[in-house]
């Protein structure tokens, strides 16, 4: 599983890094324009603190191939690899793949909301495809049965493109699409806690300290044995 961190916010960017698995982060241009920021401070910012280690993923905004693929040009003069540019699904979007793929980018296919969307992205040579599952529960749909019918249509076709899950409003959406068959993830900050965190742990822990202190006085297992 991939976990990717939804999010242009560089304290939090930071936070979620230092303690999670991370193999990334995502923007798109709502996400950017929270930040109120100039963009390559904001670009080179987050990747200041994931490093070439992590994967940037940058949406682009032009609305034809060529223009998506001077953006990526641009963003990838800026923050260098790895870097995935996100596309929009369209005529144009699938035009623009294979492009950024001749030059050597990741490509996400993103704003999915059909398994044929996905297919097509994927055939064009994609390497992630998005499927926004809140957005797409919030209308009566339904998106662990979208990531299902992708999974499906790839096996049945052998094809090797990563469903990368986004729009998540809580956790069980994203518990819900990674049984699925989503081999990665993107979650805003605010859900990290959640993921991580279960009342059951909390409680369980509580009684080992309770019990730890009556026997130990809470001292450290160093201090104890060094003594
Ligand atoms: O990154 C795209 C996607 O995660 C959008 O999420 O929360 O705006 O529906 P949201």
Redesign the pocket.
Known sequence: MQYFI?SANIPAIDAICRSFPITGV?T?P??ICKEKEDLKKILTGIRNVITQKRLLQVQAVAKTAEGILAEARAVRLLVGDPLAIKVPVSREGLRAIPMLKNEGFLVTA?AIFSPQQAMLCACSGADYV?P?I??FDSICGDGEQLVHAIVNLFDASNIDCKILG??FKNILQVESIMEAGAQSV?I?PELFDGIVSHPMTDLSLETFDRHWNEVYGGASIDTLLNA
């Open positions: 939804d995502t798109n709502s996400i993103t998005a926004y809140n957005r986004a729009s993107t805003a």
